[in-house]
């Protein structure tokens, strides 16, 4: 690559991010994209810095040191020191970083570095940046550190900070080695409150167990080894932090901490002790208004902190004895998240995330000022303006138009377009822009007069973001486009409005867009990339695409002629002509030159070139794509994909990419490129770039990194040809633009302001007429309603497109060109709506038969039909959720039958009893699985084989007589039940392998334990459900029973004629589970849904049904004939012969006058028969009566016999219910405490891994300590060597000096221990402002003490300070031994201080040996102690006894008692207690009850005494009231008065008048009060005419009254001026005068003093001479 010029940047603007620093007293410098910008606060000058590399991370600056570091952006990031204002390369530091570092910090003492790196690796490094060599480095907790602070007062410490944590690290040194120690600061909860943490229990033995066992700590009981289990904490017990979020260190090197809650905390760092200053819900608030979010920057002054945050408040606040007081407050317009001081102390600076920069100087002036202000904010594009050669436009994403400087780069004006934009384009015959916005409108601003920018015009096109605006090089038109594949044209003349030519429609959506205009043919050429309609519905970042339309058109028949485009708003065919050609890759970018297309294929990776086929003259109108193939490849950008623009005269092309890279390509050679790294590539690279008018200054905004930059093209040589050729054509170009130009910006400034309110108003009125119309139309009825239902929607000018404008004008015309033709079909409608009304009226009276159905009558068969389906479709999709339901949920049902009713071997039912509620259970089992029958029978025979071997022991070892074992044998089957813990043996869970409580020790013996005792549950639980199905049986035999005996007794019911409901028992649901798995149709609410083959097999049965009962009722001759013989029976019952009745004689319808003696006669058979019967028929009642009786009185004794039968198995149950929890308690007890055996493991294991690494540190720590003891014995000696040297130069002082004499050595001894005065070396922060004065010397500062000295020294060996008589060679060598002395002194001096650090550093690190040592020591105990208590909670095992309820004697405290202390008693020694207790308990309690009825009757008699002397004294005083009473003439009227009637009557009549009266009054005092307020009124009316009169004048006297004032206002400023002036002058000439005196007496005191010392000199030998002698 052969560059052909070079890339120098002129200005940079923006605000990356709100971290500013001051890098010396008047500069402050802040990051810009890729740029470090350095900002003159003074003067507001600035200068730029690049970053090297392709980003810039984090930055520093010292402002005492002169000195900025940052950052760069890449995989294995360096650090970069630069000097100020050389702005030289100091260092390049290659750390261990791996991505990139967080945070970077400056030493104010020295060429110290702190720097932090994120992910993977989070180190922290201390660099010696002057030598370039790393000091130290420390991994951290893997999290970003956020901010880095140095201690002023000691370099070796540096605080860290992010947003949870805060450490210090501590640097100790010993010579040239370097270790740092981190100190983590505990802080308080989010409330304020201190967290204290947990202390692990010791494991020293006591010698007591509790009831529990030993206690664990938290760790042990997680599981947790290592190093997790010192900081492990449960999630219950975890407490929410404060956040820190500012910091800064103190005068007496303590930390001031703000916290994002609102906290002021005060850190010591050396007994990291945390105390709270403030809390931000105190209640004495006073002006300490301090909120969340007030401590987001911290910084130290004279005066106290300087605090700013999130509330837009600057604070100065004084800590006195942390007591916290705001001294004053300044309110701002922004948040201030950053605030730096300035080396001297003396200016501050406060920075926003807008883009804002604040100062303020207190002394000088109480006020913030705004020093910056630049805003923040992602650049869409800037471009320069054609029509004005040093202005360039640019606009942000929020909408905000700047106007910038191109010399100077500064913001001249700015406008916010207050919507979000997305493209923009200068306009190059007239002074105004176009930008595109999200909401698909195109704004345009005249920009006439530059400080005032102004919006005229505004076109709605798509309804998405407009992505591309272009104007042609001509002027002549405005093209568009977007992701729709619609493509506008506009003019861009102002004197045309900015109209709308119109539109054609791509391939797509619009990737690129450029033109090419012909000047000579009035061609315009504009090619369009298009991504083929295959991404048009993806979001993507970067479009892509292969299509690319060419088309042109004539300037002058578009804009001639009218006919250019139809009605919808489209170019006509004839007038736009299009070619498509199609690339073999995707591209992200073209531009169109003069016969070549320049694009970029990401793909590949390279630029591309294609030539335009001859075809392209005619121009054919054709949609099949003709394949181009590239000309010429090549290298693109290493970081894609890219963008290429082409410069305005068309020779050199420009590309940038993602990767912030700017490449400027020569046209005839385009391999030969000059590139410069603009932006970074971790912030998305260069959006836009654009050329100047002369093609020599370009202009780039950054994707995210919200900057923008101005650099200048160098060309080395150029062609003279060419370069001739070049300003020819701009020249004519321009020249051709003038007269345009004028005319058009003439026009432009005459437009009026684009105001909303307008086309708001034309909305609304369009909107109220439409309404109206429709009234209108409502009133005519059905036909109105038809109208309104048919027609077509139309969009409302707010929200629609201009094609949607078009179409609703075509649609208006339709409709008013068809309008009679409607108005005749509505009425034909209408017409034939009545006559069906009429038929429809007809048919609902005509017979069912007749009737024909209602959708008979819908005319329009294909809606039915479409209806129709519609409605199937929608049923059939709610029968497939619906059955997609059902079969989810059978599926469910499954799978729970399958796990809980499938698997049990006994289902799970209950018993109900027949007469009460009582309920008994069953015990549902699954079947034992093979794994858990081998484990029972591993531990079986394990147990079998234990059996035997002691067996065979006892029977070796017993030698006693067979009867003593009888004895013992029944003796310990007595005590079996106590002590086995539970009574399992008396209900069928009797295991003979079972271990003996006492003799539970192991770990393998408690697990085989567990195993048996879960066969005795099983077995329990088996045998119960044995005798439940026992019962469970005998309950369905007696419903059998109760069955048949009920249709018994209904049977007699129906005999005797009753009419009683039966009792019938039947199963429940819980007897019967199984039921719940089928469904009975009578359990269905709701109609059953029958698809057409189950309707139809429905429809056959009833039909066979049918047949099958008709052919029964035929003529069946067997039936006929038994019912003609025997009555229709075979057999003659009892009760049938008693149901039939005696015949009636047919004599009987006679009177009885009429009848024969032998009609009597059989009249008496007759009534004796009847007689008989009526006998028979009670006989057989009685029978029958007693026959129910009996029955139900059996069914009543069964159910109660079955009941009683229920009630045991329910003991039964409770019993075994009570084994079952008598099992599961040990079980519960040997699971406790195999779970307290496997936390002291896992405890032993933790301290065996930390005693493990105690001495792995241990012997770390004795090695280093040897070495370090080493080191300092060795650099004793060579310090010893350093003084022995230094005592041997005054030794051999006068040896060296023995040719001299000796009254002159004695002079030369006080001359050579003569030492000069050296200043104490100053800093610009030891002015009187800075809160760090007494700082400690660094090694440097010391380096220059010795310098200092030794350029002192040159005074003292001056040849005026040389003894008289001296020769001058003696007088050198003098000079020579002396500085050899003092070079000596100071580098013992020097000696002696990194011996006593290094003194120091060897105790830290013996403090740390032995604090190994200790810590060894514990836990050496803690796991003697550990193992100790493991052992004895293995021998002390806990046992269940049983015992009977009342018989514990020992008091419980909590809900389990501790029986440490307690002790097992024959149960007649406690009972006898017992009973003596209660005798002289019940022997107290009577004579206690005697004595209080004795007090009772005391204590009544008291009370009555009282209560009669109480009595008489109020007798008495009544008596007393009664005499002294006095009687009134009121009361002599009331006693004289007889008839108390007629008093109360006359009384009430007076009152009624009164209140008569009163009435009257108070309706003559409302008229008179109605009267007054229509007065009122009227005054008030006059009133307010008045006063809006007076406000009228009022009004005009302010608008004089204000410009009076500003009149006055002037003159009093240009007074106030002239005053200040001579003032200011007169300063002037004083100072001159005090600066002449100045000067004339320092002179005259150089020269007294040059005298003196004259004076002094000549006198010395003579003083020498004379003491000499």
């Not at 900070?161 to 450490?167: D, P």
Request: glycine content about 4%; some cysteine; aromatic content about 6%.
């Amino acid at each position: 690559m052969d560059g052909f010029g070079s890339l120098e940047v002129r200005w940079v603007q923006g605000f990356t991010s709100s971290n500013v620093e001051f890098v010396d007293k008047n500069t402050a410098c802040f990051s810009c994209g890729n740029y470090i910008v350095f900002l003159n606060v003074e003067t507001k000058k600035r200068s730029v810095l690049q970053c090297p590399g392709r980003g810039l991370g984090v930055f520093t600056a010292n402002g005492l040191c002169r000195i900025l570091a940052f950052s760069e952006q890449k995989l294995n990031p360096s650090l970069f020191v630069y000097s100020y204002p050389e702005l030289s390369l100091k260092c390049e530091l290659k750390g261990t970083a791996i991505l990139a570092y967080t945070a970077l910090a400056l030493s104010d003492a020295g060429p110290y570095l702190a720097c932090s790196s994120s992910l993977p690796d989070y180190t922290i490094t201390l660099w010696n940046w002057e030598s370039g060599v790393p000091l130290c480095s420390h991994p951290q907790a893997e999290e970003d550190i956020t901010s880095l602070a140095f201690n002023p007062m000691n370099w070796q410490q540096i605080c860290a900070v992010n947003s949870k944590s805060l450490t210090v690290w501590s640097i100790e040194r010993n010579n040239n080695f370097h270790i740092m120690k981190p100190s983590a600061i505990d802080l308080p909860a989010a409330d304020g409150s201190v967290v204290e943490r947990k202390v692990i229990p010791s494991h020293v033995s006591s010698g007591k167990l509790t009831y529990y066992g030993p206690q664990m700590p938290t760790s042990a009981i997680a599981g947790l080894i290592g190093d997790r289990s010192d900081t492990f904490v449960p999630q219950k017990e975890v407490k929410q932090r404060l956040c820190p979020s500012a910091i800064c260190w103190s005068v007496s090197s303590q930390l001031y901490v703000g916290s994002r809650e609102g906290f002021l905390l005060l850190v010591n760092p050396e007994t990291l002790l945390v105390s709270v200053l403030y809390k931000p819900n105190t209640d004495d608030r006073g002006r300490l208004a301090i909120q969340e979010g007030s401590f987001r920057s911290l910084k130290p002054h004279t005066n106290g902190i300087f605090a700013t945050g999130t509330d837009c408040v600057l604070r100065n606040i004084q800590i006195k004895k942390n007591h916290v007081e705001v001294v004053e407050s300044w309110e701002l317009d922004e948040p201030a998240l950053n605030v730096c001081c300035s080396p001297d102390y003396e200016t501050l600076l406060l920075s926003t995330t807008t883009g804002c920069i604040y100062r303020y100087r207190r002394g000088l002036t109480d006020q913030v000022v705004k020093v910056l202000d630049v805003l923040c904010g992602n650049f869409v594009a800037a471009a320069p303006l054609h029509t004005e050669n040093n202005i360039c436009v640019s606009v942000r994403e929020h909408g905000e138009l700047q106007l910038w400087s191109l010399d100077a780069g500064v913001c001249v004006a700015s406008i916010p377009l207050q919507t979000n934009v997305t493209s923009m384009a200068c306009c190059p015959i007239a002074q105004y822009i176009a930008v595109g916005t999200v909401t698909g409108h195109v704004l345009f601003v005249d920009l006439t007069l530059k400080e005032r920018p102004r919006l005229i015009h505004r076109v709605h096109l798509y309804h998405m973001a407009v992505d591309h605006l272009v104007f042609d090089q001509g002027g002549n038109f405005l093209i568009t486009g977007a992701s729709d594949p619609h493509i506008f044209i506009l003019d861009a003349r102002p004197s045309k409005k900015f109209e709308v030519i119109g539109c054609t429609e791509g391939m797509g959506a619009t990737v690129s867009l450029s033109t090419q205009y012909q000047k000579e043919s009035m061609q315009l050429k504009v090619l369009v990339l298009c991504d083929g309609k295959k991404q048009q519905q993806k979001k993507m970042e970067q479009k892509e695409g292969n299509i690319l339309l060419l088309f042109s058109v004539s300037v002058q028949r578009i804009t001639g002629a009218e006919g250019c485009v139809n009605l919808q708003g489209y170019l006509r065919q004839d007038v736009l002509h299009s070619c498509v050609y199609e690339s073999p890759h995707s591209l992200s970018s073209c531009v169109l030159g003069t016969k070549t297309i320049f694009a970029y294929c990401p793909q590949k990776k390279v630029l591309q070139s294609f030539q335009l086929p001859e075809i392209l003259g005619t121009f054919p109108s054709t949609k099949e794509a003709v394949p181009l193939c590239p000309e010429k490849e090549v290298e693109g950008h290493p970081l894609g994909p890219a963008s290429v623009y082409l410069s305005p005269h068309q020779n050199w092309l420009a590309s940038v990419s993602r990767g912030g890279l700017l490449r400027i390509h020569d046209i005839s050679a385009v391999e030969s490129y000059v590139q410069m790294q603009c932006h970074s590539c971790w912030l998305g690279g260069i959006c836009s770039v654009s050329f100047t008018a002369d093609s020599q200054t370009l202009i780039t905004t950054g994707l995210k990194d919200g900057s923008m930059v101005c650099s200048s093209l160098r060309i080395k040589k150029a062609e003279p040809g060419k370069a001739n050729t070049t300003t020819q054509n701009d020249l004519s170009m321009m020249a051709s633009f003038m007269a345009v130009v004028s005319s058009e910006n003439h026009i432009l400034g005459s437009m009026a302001d684009w105001e909303p309110q307008a086309q708001y108003q034309l909305a609304s009125v369009q909107s109220h007429t439409g309404e109206v119309s429709e009234r209108s139309q409502m009133k005519t009825g059905i036909t109105g309603q038809d109208e309104s239902n048919t027609s077509l929607p139309s969009t409302t000018p707010c929200n629609g497109t201009w094609l949607d404008e078009k179409l609703d004008m075509v649609l208006k015309e339709e409709s008013q060109q068809f309008a009679d033709i409607k108005k005749s079909l509505k009425m034909n409608m209408k017409e034939l709506r009545e006559t069906i009304q009429v038929m429809m009226c007809e048919n609902e009276s005509l017979p069912d038969m007749e009737k024909l159905e209602q959708l008979e009558f819908n005319l329009d068969v294909e809606e039915q039909k479409r209806l129709q389906a519609e409605g199937e479709q929608e049923v059939s999709r709610v029968r497939n959720e619906i059955e997609l339901d059902n079969q989810a949920k059978c599926y469910l049902r499954e799978v729970l039958k399958k796990e809980y009713w499938d698997s049990m071997t006994v289902k799970g039912k209950a018993i109900k009893a027949f007469h009460s509620e009582n309920e008994v259970k069953n015990y549902p089992m699954k079947e034992r699985t093979a794994k858990e029958l081998e484990e029972l029978n591993r531990v079986e025979t394990i147990r079998k084989t234990e059996h035997a071997n002691s067996n065979q022991e006892i029977l070796e070892m017993n030698k006693t007589p067979v009867q003593k074992e009888e004895e013992e044998e029944e003796g310990h089957e007595a005590q079996s039940s106590a002590l086995s813990g539970s009574l399992s043996s008396q209900y069928g869970g009797s295991n003979p392998y079972l271990y003996s409580q006492f003799h539970l020790h192991t770990r393998e013996q408690k697990l085989n334990q567990i195993t048996l005792l879960q066969d005795v549950i099983y077995n329990v639980k088996t045998t119960f459900n044995t005798e439940f199905e026992a019962v469970y049986k005998q309950k369905e035999q007696e419903i059998s029973r109760v069955r048949d005996k009920n249709s018994r007794i209904m049977e007699i019911m129906t005999e005797l004629g009753l009419q009683e409901s039966l009792w019938q028992p039947t199963l429940t649901d819980n007897e019967r589970p199984e039921r719940a798995f089928t469904v009975n149709d009578s359990e269905i609410k709701v109609e059953k849904y029958l698809t057409p083959e189950q309707r139809q097999r429905e429809e056959d049965q009833r039909k066979e049904e049918e047949q099958r009962q008709f052919a029964a009722k035929g003529d069946n001759i067997r039936d006929r004939a038994l019912g003609d013989m025997m009555g229709g029976v075979l057999e003659v019952k009892k009760e049938d012969i008693l149901r039939t009745e005696v015949p009636q004689p047919e004599f009987m319808d006679k009177p009885e006058l009429q009848w024969t003696e032998e009609e009597k006669k059989i009249f008496k058979e007759y009534e004796k028969k009847i007689k008989e019967l009526s006998e028979e028929r009670e006989k057989y009642r009685k029978t029958l009566e007693a026959e129910m009786k009996k029955l139900q009185t059996s069914i009543k004794d069964a159910t109660k016999a079955f009941d009683e039968t229920l009630r045991k198995l329910f003991e039964k149950k409770l019993k075994s219910e009570m084994v079952i929890y008598q099992e599961e308690l040990k079980i519960a007890n040997l699971a406790y405490s195999l779970l307290i055996e496997e936390q002291m493991l896992n405890r032993e294991k933790d301290l065996n891994h930390k005693l493990e690494k105690a001495r792995a540190l241990k012997n770390e720590f004795g090695k280093a300590l040897k070495k370090y003891q080493d080191d300092v014995e060795e650099f004793r000696e060579t310090h010893d060597n350093a003084v022995a040297e230094d005592k041997l130069l005054d030794k051999g002082f006068r040896k060296d000096f023995s040719d001299v004499p000796a009254h002159i050595v004695d002079q030369l001894c006080k001359l050579y221990k003569r030492r000069p005065r050296v200043q104490k070396i100053k800093t610009q922060t030891d002015s009187s402002k800075s809160p760090f004065k007494e700082r400690p010397l660094s090694g440097r500062t010391a380096t220059e003490e010795l310098t200092q000295m030794m350029k002192a020294m040159e005074e003292l060996d001056a040849p005026e300070n040389m003894p008289e008589s001296l020769d001058p060679a003696v007088w050198a060598r003098f000079c020579l031994a002396r500085r050899a002395k003092v070079e000596s002194e100071q580098r013992v001096k020097m000696k002696a201080l990194i011996l006593a650090d290094m003194h120091a550093f060897l105790q830290r690190r013996i403090n740390e040996d032995e604090n190994a040592k200790m810590e060894i020591k514990n836990l050496t105990d803690e796991l003697t102690g550990l193992r100790e208590q493991k052992m004895r909670f293995c021998s002390d095992i806990m046992v269940q006894i049983l015992i009977k309820q009342g018989q514990v004697e020992v008091e419980s405290g909590d809900f389990v008692a501790d029986y440490s202390d307690s002790q097992l008693l024959h149960r007649s020694v406690v009972e006898d207690l017992n009973n003596t207790i209660r005798t002289l308990g019940e022997q107290k309690i009577a004579s206690m009850i005697e004595c209080k009825d004795f007090r009772k009757g005391i204590i009544q008699q008291e009370w009555e005494h009282k209560r009669m002397r109480m009595l008489m004294e109020d007798l008495n005083n009544k008596a007393r009231e009664i005499q002294r009473l006095h009687v009134s003439q009121e009361l002599q009227e009331y006693l004289s008065e007889t008839d108390h009637d007629n008093r109360m009557s006359k009384q009430l009549s007076t009152l009624e008048k009164t209140i008569t009266l009163q009435e009257k009054t108070q309706m003559k005092n409302d008229e008179n009060c109605k009267k007054l307020i229509k007065q009122l009124n009227r005054q008030a009316t006059l009133k307010k005419e008045k006063n809006a009169a007076l406000d009228l004048q009022l009004a005009s006297m302010e608008i004089m009254v204000a410009e009076r004032a500003k009149i006055y206002e002037g003159i009093a400023k240009e007074e106030n001026q002239q005053d200040k002036a001579v003032e200011h002058y007169q300063d002037i000439l004083e100072r001159k005068e005090l600066v002449e005196q100045a000067k004339a007496q320092a002179k005259e005191i150089s020269i007294l003093r040059a005298e003196v010392e004259r004076m002094r000199m000549k006198t010395f030998p003579a003083l020498a001479q004379l003491k000499y002698d």
